[in-house]
């Protein structure tokens, strides 16, 4: 599939390709992107349902390790380093067991191989229950999303996914697969054998998302990882602690 994506910096430097979570987009990583570009090519990724990119009943981390390895061929990339956020990071993962050796390196942010049981109920419910045909505006859209979801930030992270066009509301994410094959999100990626790609791992001290299991399990599976904790900050990293998390992912880049 060919995705779509947002180009930064200068070609002739290194390249990053950076991967979103799970209801986002590249948009949530324009920011961090933008910093990044002042000394590497970075390119970020709508991945398949999201954003601005195609829509399919396919919707699993292969395929979307196969999207991606799709976009480093097409854009010739080499060496690229690879940024993946929570679903963006499980993809990470699936690439880096399929297509070994093509990353430079590697940064995950707050995930882990396991699974995650499903805990997007009460989200996809909500985005469901808004009825586009009758929807007049976004407050409407908030007012009856607050039912499902109590987090106003959250509420406008998920509500940018609701678009306005001359025939009313449509959503940019293809929220009909996505509450179907929601499961898929949170499988496990356990390699039948060890990745040695140089990786780290950016946990939030206050997220659950890594625990001390995990970074057991993390270890036996990346042979050349080390993980960092980033303190108060959650499952947001980049967006909660943003000059934080550019100073360790910096100081990761600039290491051999």
Not at 50 to 66: C, D, K, Q, R, T
Not at 235 to 256: G, M, T, Y
Request: proline share 4%.
């Amino acid at each position: 599939m060919k995705l779509h994506y947002k180009e930064l910096g200068q070609d002739g430097k290194p390249s990053i390709v950076i991967l979103h979570g799970v209801f986002g987009s590249s948009d949530n990583w324009l920011s961090v992107g933008k910093v990044l570009s002042m000394h590497y090519k970075v390119y970020l990724l709508d991945a398949r349902n999201h954003g601005a990119s195609p829509h399919s009943n396919e919707f699993n981390y292969l395929v979307m390790a196969g999207d991606v390895a799709e976009f480093i061929e097409d854009k010739q990339i080499t060496k690229p380093v690879l940024i993946g956020h929570s679903m963006g990071g499980k993809t990470v993962m699936k690439f880096n067991e399929h297509y070994p050796h093509v990353a430079l390196k590697n940064v995950i942010v707050d995930i882990s191989p396991r699974y995650y049981p499903p805990h997007h109920q009460k989200i996809l419910q909500g985005l469901n229950a808004i009825p586009l045909d009758t929807l007049l505006d976004r407050r409407q859209a908030d007012d009856i999303l607050k039912n499902y979801e109590p987090s106003e930030s959250v509420r406008q992270f998920l509500l940018k996914n609701l678009v306005r066009t001359e025939n009313g509301f449509v959503w940019r994410i293809n929220l009909k697969v996505i509450s179907e094959k929601i499961n898929n999100v949170g499988e496990a990626n356990i390699p039948s054998k060890r990745i040695d790609t140089r990786t780290l791992f950016i946990k939030g001290a206050l997220s659950d998302y890594i625990t001390e299991n995990d970074e057991t399990m993390i270890k036996n599976i990346f042979s050349n990882c080390e993980i960092v904790t980033i303190a108060d900050a959650g499952h947001w990293i980049h967006a909660e602690k943003p000059q934080d998390f550019l100073n360790v992912v910096r100081k990761f880049l600039n290491e051999f």
